[in-house]
């Protein structure tokens, strides 16, 4: 079935059925029945009239039962008694003596048809059995023969198209289930690509930077250092470091440093450990901001400034942008920066104009 958010169509097709196909039967009949009376003989009018009355609150019931969706039992018992008043009356309102009439056999057909759209067979067939018991007797088997096939068949008909019907709105149903699957499936999978692009550049801005410490120092590097580089670099690539998950960011953004594209004149005071997603976060966004620097400032130098609380500025004083006339096409700095560090309870700010260099503050937590 559908999830809950979601009402299922077969759920909407039987509502819309109970609903509706009482007061239309209800509305139908008395219709019905005004021309019926119409057609009854001056005689038996008063009887004629009494019918009208009987359809008449039979529709109301009808209606009420539809709205309301209570007295469901009260108004189907005033529909089997409705066309078993008509049906038993049908010689003494019929407009010729002896002949059929076509007042009590369209009440019975279309009655017999909207009992298949609102209750089962288990109810139905013993209730349409008893109208035509009714019916059928007083005509004789030459005209009683041909009203019990056509109500029967037009009754299995009815329930044959209500079934169909609900096969169809089962299967609307299962097909909205399976694409709201597939659309799961696709965003885990889009979930887990956007997991894996951040490990490998976890990777790229940790380990990395850690092979290139090791590498420029070559022989003099000791081997317990290598191995806090490397603990280091597992704790967040894992987002595991020990009690709380808490990783040193400044051991972290020295990393950084050591590969930055441009000169960093750096400026420190002291942090305490943070968690390995706001700290993974921050590392990232200070790297694409010295990148940016690289890329776009025109000068090979820039101002890292770490201070309590924790804020982290990188500031060139290249040519600058404005931020306003960015295309919303460049996702750079929102994507790597703004986003980024919403995404782990922080803020990015990217203070910048033509000429007058570009200021990236990074705060966490947020406020």
């Known amino acids: 079935m559908p999830p809950d958010r979601e009402t299922s169509v077969e759920a909407e097709f039987l509502t819309v059925v109970g609903r509706f196909a009482g007061p239309a039967r209800g509305a139908g009949l008395v219709v019905i029945s005004v021309f019926g009376v119409l057609a009854t003989p001056p005689d038996a009018l008063p009887l004629?009239?009494?019918?009208?009355?009987?359809?008449?609150?039979?529709?109301?019931?009808?209606h009420l039962a539809g709205k309301t969706g209570r007295g469901r039992p009260v108004a189907f018992a005033l529909t089997l008694v409705r066309a078993a008043a008509i049906c038993g009356t049908q010689f003494l309102t019929a407009p010729e003596a002896g002949e059929l009439n076509q007042?009590?056999?369209?009440?019975?057909?279309?009655?017999?048809?909207?009992?298949?759209w609102e209750w089962p067979p288990k109810i139905t067939v013993p209730a349409v059995a008893c109208l035509l018991a009714i019916e059928v007797p007083p005509l004789g088997?030459?005209?009683?023969?041909?009203?019990?096939?056509?109500?029967?068949?037009?009754a299995a008909l009815a329930r044959g198209a209500f079934l169909l019907l609900l096969r169809t709105t089962h299967r609307i149903d299962d097909l909205?289930?399976?694409?709201?699957?597939?659309?799961?499936?696709?965003?885990?999978?889009?979930?887990?690509?956007?997991?894996?692009?951040?490990?490998?550049a976890v990777l790229h801005d940790t380990a990395?930077?850690?092979f290139l410490t090791v590498a420029q120092r070559g022989e003099s590097t000791e081997p317990a250092e290598v191995a806090e580089y490397a603990r280091r670099d597992l704790a967040i690539l894992t987002?595991?470091?020990g009690p709380g998950g808490v990783v040193d960011l400044e051991t972290s953004l020295r990393g950084v440093l050591a590969e930055s594209p441009v000169k960093?004149?750096?400026?420190?005071?002291?942090?305490?450990?943070?968690?390995?997603?706001?700290?993974?976060?921050?590392?990232?966004?200070?790297?694409?901001?010295?990148?940016?620097?690289?890329?776009?400032?025109?000068?090979?130098?820039?101002?890292?400034?770490?201070?309590?609380?924790v804020r982290v500025t990188v500031r060139d004083e290249g040519r600058g942008f404005d931020p306003a006339a960015t295309p919303a096409q460049r996702r750079g700095v929102r994507g790597s920066l703004v986003e980024r560090m919403a995404a782990v309870g922080g803020r990015a700010r990217v203070t910048?104009?033509?000429?007058?260099?570009?200021?990236?503050?990074?705060?966490?937590?947020?406020?």
């Open 208 to 210: 990395a930077a850690t």
């Open 48 to 62: 004629g009239f009494g019918l009208l009355a009987l359809a008449l609150g039979t529709a109301v019931a009808e």
């Open 264 to 309: 960093v004149e750096t400026r420190w005071s002291p942090l305490p450990p943070m968690p390995a997603s706001a700290a993974l976060a921050l590392v990232r966004a200070v790297r694409e901001a010295l990148v940016n620097v690289d890329r776009h400032a025109g000068v090979g130098e820039a101002r890292l400034t770490v201070e309590d609380g």
């Open 103 to 116: 007042w009590a056999l369209n009440v019975l057909t279309i009655t017999a048809i909207t009992l298949q």
């Open 141 to 154: 088997f030459e005209d009683g023969l041909p009203v019990v096939l056509r109500v029967a068949l037009e």
């Open 352 to 367: 910048s104009a033509p000429g007058a260099g570009t200021t990236v503050e990074l705060v966490w937590p947020d406020g």
């Open 176 to 200: 909205r289930e399976r694409r709201a699957r597939l659309a799961r499936e696709e965003s885990l999978a889009v979930e887990r690509r956007r997991q894996e692009r951040e490990y490998l």
């Open 239 to 241: 987002g595991e470091s």
